[in-house]
């Protein structure tokens, strides 16, 4: 069975300061990797997805970037946060590219910037 | 434009009772759709989808929806709600062809009451 890790759980950064999240995907070859980010009590907004290793598609700028270095890892980073940072981001997979895939997220990890 | 919109932020419900979520899409095509439920401090799980054939998709623990192009909607149902379904609903809109390109509505809040 496939599963995805996503860490930290928690984050309360200072505004400037830098940022790195994770995410792991076990029992599972080659997946498409997402991140989105989500508003408190608002919808979700994609932010990157990548296809391949060291491959690596922007969807939105939030001053965040993000890589895959290795099959199973997909990292968000940033050197400055900004208030605006703030949410719930999670990271997501599906087998395939294709529209119709169902995407399986993970638990997310909730960043306060203060 | 494609875009969804979910009308409705918050619906309350007693237990027991029978639930609608509604959805409205924009699309110039035939749009995969998703009903994706996303419980307290959890990552998202997908609860149907609907691409092709009918209009009606049975989903995970007795949710169905019904697509309609006419109407341009894909709302949600279920006969008999629980306290566990208390959550927040999705309905995601991904265009054809090309990467997993999703369009969140804003999320339906639902309360089950007792």
């Known amino acids: 069975a496939q599963t995805i890790h996503q860490w930290p759980v928690a984050e309360i950064k200072a505004v400037g300061s830098p940022l790195s999240l994770g995410c792991t995907i076990k029992?599972?070859?080659?997946?498409?990797l997402y991140w989105y980010w989500q508003a408190t009590g608002g919808t979700l907004q994609q932010l990157f997805y990548?296809?391949?290793?060291?491959?690596v598609e922007s969807v939105v700028q939030l001053n965040l970037s993000a890589s895959r270095p290795k099959d199973d890892q997909f990292i968000l980073s940033t050197e400055k946060l900004l208030l605006s940072h703030s949410g719930f981001y999670l990271c997501a997979w599906s087998r395939l590219g294709s529209s119709a895939e169902t995407l399986y997220f993970g638990s997310g990890t909730r960043l306060t910037v203060l | 434009a494609q875009s969804v919109t979910q009308p409705d932020a918050r619906v309350t419900v007693s237990e027991g009772a029978s639930l609608q979520l509604r959805c409205k899409y924009s699309y110039s095509g035939t749009p995969y759709l998703f009903w994706y439920v996303q419980y307290p401090r959890q990552g998202l799980q997908l609860l149907l989808k609907?691409?092709?054939?009918?209009?009606v998709v049975q989903g995970v623990n007795g949710f169905e929806a019904e697509f309609s192009k006419s109407n341009s909607s894909f709302h949600l149902r279920k006969a008999s709600v629980h306290w566990s379904d208390s959550a927040v609903y999705f309905c995601?809109?991904?265009?054809?062809?090309?990467?997993?390109?999703?369009?969140f509505g804003e999320g339906t809040k639902l309360t089950v009451s007792s």
């Open positions: 029992g599972k070859s080659s997946p498409n």
């Open positions: 990548s296809i391949t290793v060291g491959q």
């Open positions: 995601v809109l991904s265009n054809q062809g090309g990467s997993a390109k999703l369009i």
């Open positions: 609907y691409y092709s054939g009918d209009p």
